[in-house]
Nanobody
Framework: QVQLVESGGGRVQAGGSLRLSCTAS????????MGWFRQAPGKEREFVAA????????YYADSVKGRFTISRDNAKNTMALQMNSLKPEDTAVYYC????????????????WGQGTQVTVSS
């Protein structure tokens, strides 16, 4: 069984930065694609970013492209999301996900999810 735990959320002013981390346990995820989703109050959960098993390919939602960077460290079984130039509309609960397929498929719904970490951006 895969367990995912997010950390690094918090409150920041617009224009600031945060770095989210995801630590996996239960098994090694070096052959899994991993990603981040978010859900704002009253809105549908949405895709943010994803990374293939090797880290050679990354994918971003248009709304975060150029501001967010996803990365992973397979030796440590971790993944990160560096978020820069944050905007109030980035306020949401951010979820770490894992999918046993090595390559990310747009529109996919990963089977493994963390509990989420709150990110609040004030104007």
């Amino acid at each position: 069984q895969v367990q995912l735990v997010e950390s690094g959320g918090g409150r920041v002013q617009a224009g600031g930065s945060l770095r989210l981390s995801c630590t996996a346990s239960g098994r090694t995820l070096r052959t899994y694609a991993m990603g981040w989703f978010r859900q704002a109050p009253g809105k549908e959960r949405e895709f943010v970013a994803a990374i293939t098993w090797s880290g050679s390919s990354t994918y971003y939602a248009d709304s975060v492209k150029g501001r967010f960077t996803i990365s992973r460290d397979n030796a440590k079984n971790t993944m990160a999301l560096q978020m820069n130039s944050l905007k109030p509309e980035d306020t949401a609960v951010y979820y770490c996900t894992a999918d046993p397929t090595p390559f990310w498929k747009p529109g996919s719904s990963p089977p493994y999810w963390g509990q989420g970490t709150q990110v609040t951006v004030s104007s």
